[in-house]
């Protein structure tokens, strides 16, 4: 029975440790953790950026996970308990605002789109299921950070991106407006990603009342906002999906 390729264990190992911290990692690091030479945890890395399945940050030379890696990991998405457990009420919750609808859950401090309902109409559209979107500039992030506010504090000393100039970038007032955001259920962004656009979501908790994923609707400004404020019954009908989506995902009625 033929044994083990030594190389594929590596670069798996190098993937996994990759795949668990949230902060990108430089060879030295990864080569002190996995007890191998420099030299060839670089020839590895090289060969893995080659195909795609890492990325080498331009600023600081070190190495974090690849899109390649996310886009195959659409297949596994099919069979996601969040992703089964949420289709039904997200095809209903676009019915219903008449808005494009997404699924998300952390990945890396960022947010992974896990399902994309497009908005009930004959607009041209893309499909966005395997693409991450930032958490500090999305209702999406907003909604899960919330429920996750050692993220905010383990990054608290890198600057936040800035996308437009309504970007929250700030860590200490972001995690004032978390705070805001626990208490009241829901999340809002409004042109903080994209001009024009804005977006409402709510959390989705798993039978252990951890906050696995979110669920929002995002259109324009003029659609879901009055006076730039996200619309009442929009934020009701947004929290009712996610209530319903996790209690199917075992979460106690609340």
């Known amino acids: 029975m033929p044994g083990q390729i030594q190389s594929i264990q590596r670069a798996a190992a190098i993937l996994r440790l990759l795949s668990g911290r949230t902060r990108r990692l430089g060879v030295v690091e990864l080569a002190g953790e996995l007890g191998l030479p420099k030299g060839t945890v670089h020839g590895i890395l090289r060969t893995l950026r080659a195909v795609g399945f890492v990325e080498q940050d331009r600023d600081s030379g070190k190495y974090q996970l690849g899109?390649?890696?996310?886009?195959?990991?659409?297949?596994?998405?099919?069979?996601?308990?969040?992703?089964?457990?949420?289709?039904?009420?997200?095809?209903?919750?676009?019915?219903?605002?008449?808005e494009s609808v997404r699924i998300g859950m952390l990945h890396d401090n960022q947010v992974l789109i896990v399902h994309h309902v497009f908005r009930p109409d004959d607009s041209r559209q893309a499909l966005e299921v395997?693409?991450?979107?930032?958490?500090?500039?999305t209702a999406l992030g907003k909604a899960l950070l919330a429920h996750h506010l050692y993220l905010i504090s383990d990054g608290a000393g890198e600057a936040l991106a800035q996308y437009t100039p309504a970007t929250l970038n700030d860590a200490h007032k972001l995690t004032q407006e978390l705070d805001?955001?626990?208490?009241?259920?829901?999340?809002?962004?409004?042109?903080?990603?994209?001009?024009?656009?804005?977006s409402i979501a709510a959390p989705i908790e798993d039978r252990r009342g951890v906050t696995v994923g979110a669920?929002?609707?995002?259109?324009?400004?003029?659609?879901?906002?009055?006076?730039?404020?996200p619309r009442a019954d929009l934020c009701g009908f947004v929290m009712d999906s996610a209530r319903a989506v996790s209690r199917d995902l075992g979460s106690i009625p609340w």
């Open 67 to 98: 899109a390649a890696l996310l886009h195959m990991g659409s297949s596994y998405l099919d069979g996601n308990e969040l992703r089964a457990r949420a289709l039904n009420w997200s095809d209903a919750l676009a019915t219903r605002t008449g």
């Open 130 to 137: 395997g693409s991450v979107v930032p958490a500090h500039a």
């Open 180 to 198: 805001q955001i626990h208490a009241r259920g829901w999340a809002s962004e409004v042109e903080e990603l994209i001009l024009g656009v804005a």
């Open 215 to 229: 669920i929002a609707i995002t259109g324009t400004i003029g659609r879901l906002c009055d006076n730039r404020s």
